[in-house]
């Protein structure tokens, strides 16, 4: 899609392709009540003075690029980049009743500060809008974490990367860590928790990907990367022809660590310390289902003590 320039509100129109491009919300029907709470935020546009309303009711009826029009907002609002995305897509869907949807994506219903799974209570610790993150306390009791990591003692090798032009993993000095696999309902224990992290998620069950445990001595890390596939490079656009994006991370802590080797978003100034049994969810995308830069992150080294993770991935389809 080519979007139409766009007018200035008092000052130029830009509009550079951004992650937005060529994709508006998309027809697919929305079902899980905590993504239809955090992403609609109906009042957002009326936050916004009468005369930007107007600028963005007037600018999306155009066509224009709604990556560039947010950019725009913040330079010349000024507003939070938060509110003028929801802004743009309180407007749009205002206009668009015929697409008062958009993409069914994982989510955590945060509305109360419990979360009651059909076999366990989960702690939520912390959520942000946007990029979408919520930190989960007691997702794994510390028997479960230890089973976990047994199970993969054996099976530790050192940890690759996916190249960005062949899609072949290679062994890359921005990972140190060891990794090690676990099938999907590979152990009674196993099926057990994917079927927390899929009620926890609100994603079935066989769009996740099979556990990926790392293993991190002191000194070892992952520095910054994105989880999603990027569809413009040959190599990682090659994984996402079976099942799709990487839609959503879980990363389950199953150590607690002396120092160092939290899991950090320098790109919004978060980082999340590891507590054995809790987790981190994020989403890989927008609410549009967009592949999110705001979503780079990082496993920062360990400082003193071993730290082992278990990465579950949710895809778009089936796995
Ligand atoms: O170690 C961490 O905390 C992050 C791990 C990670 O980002 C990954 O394995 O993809």
Same mark, same amino acid.
């Given at each position: 899609m080519n979007f139409s320039s766009c007018n200035a509100n008092d000052s130029q129109g830009h509009h550079p392709g951004g992650p937005f491009a060529g994709v508006l919300p998309m027809p697919v029907s929305l079902s899980h009540p905590a993504? !239809? /709470?955090?992403i609609m935020q109906k009042n957002a546009l009326?936050?916004?003075? +009468?005369? =930007?309303?107007? =600028?963005?009711?007037?600018? #999306?009826?155009?066509?224009?690029d709604p990556e560039g029009m947010v950019a725009q907002m913040e330079r010349d609002g000024p507003f939070d980049r938060t509110l003028a995305e929801f802004a743009i897509a309180d407007a749009h869907l205002q206009s668009h009743p015929e697409l008062f949807v958009v993409p069914k994506l994982p989510e955590v219903d945060v509305s109360a500060n419990r979360i009651v799974l @059909? *076999?366990?209570? $989960?702690?939520? %610790? %912390?959520?942000?809008?946007? @990029?979408?993150i919520v930190v989960l306390g007691n997702v794994l009791s510390d028997d479960e974490c230890d089973a976990i990591a047994a199970m993969s003692r054996t099976r530790f090798a050192r940890s690759t990367t996916i190249d960005n032009a062949s899609g072949?993993?290679?062994f890359d000095d921005s990972r140190t860590s060891e990794s090690a696999h676990i099938q999907r309902?590979?152990?009674? %224990?196993? +099926?057990?928790i994917d079927a927390r992290l899929a009620a926890l998620s609100g994603w079935p069950v066989d769009h996740g990907e099979p556990l990926q445990l790392q293993k991190y001595q002191a000194g070892n890390e992952y520095r910054p990367h994105f989880d999603w596939f990027? @569809? +413009? %490079? &040959?190599?990682? &656009? /090659?994984?996402l022809e079976k099942s799709g994006q990487r839609l959503a991370t879980i990363i #389950?802590? #199953?150590? *607690? $660590? !002396?120092?160092g080797g939290g899991t950090s978003f320098p790109g919004i100034g978060l980082d999340v310390h590891p507590q054995k049994g809790g987790a981190l969810f994020f989403r890989n995308t927008t609410p549009?289902? $967009? @592949? *999110?830069? /705001?979503?780079?992150? &990082?496993? #920062?080294? $360990?400082?003193?003590?071993? /730290?082992?993770? &278990?990465?579950? =991935?949710l895809r778009e389809k089936p796995y």
């Open positions: 993504q !239809e /709470k955090s009326q936050r916004l003075p +009468a005369s =930007w309303q107007h =600028w963005v009711t007037e600018n #999306l009826a155009k066509g224009c @059909p *076999d366990r209570t $989960v702690d939520v %610790l %912390l959520s942000v809008a946007i @990029p979408r072949i993993n290679r309902g590979e152990t009674e %224990l196993i +099926a057990r990027d @569809p +413009a %490079l &040959a190599g990682t &656009a /090659k994984h #389950l802590y #199953l150590t *607690d $660590v !002396e120092e549009y289902g $967009v @592949p *999110d830069r /705001k979503t780079q992150h &990082a496993g #920062l080294p $360990v400082e003193k003590g071993t /730290k082992i993770i &278990a990465n579950k =991935w």
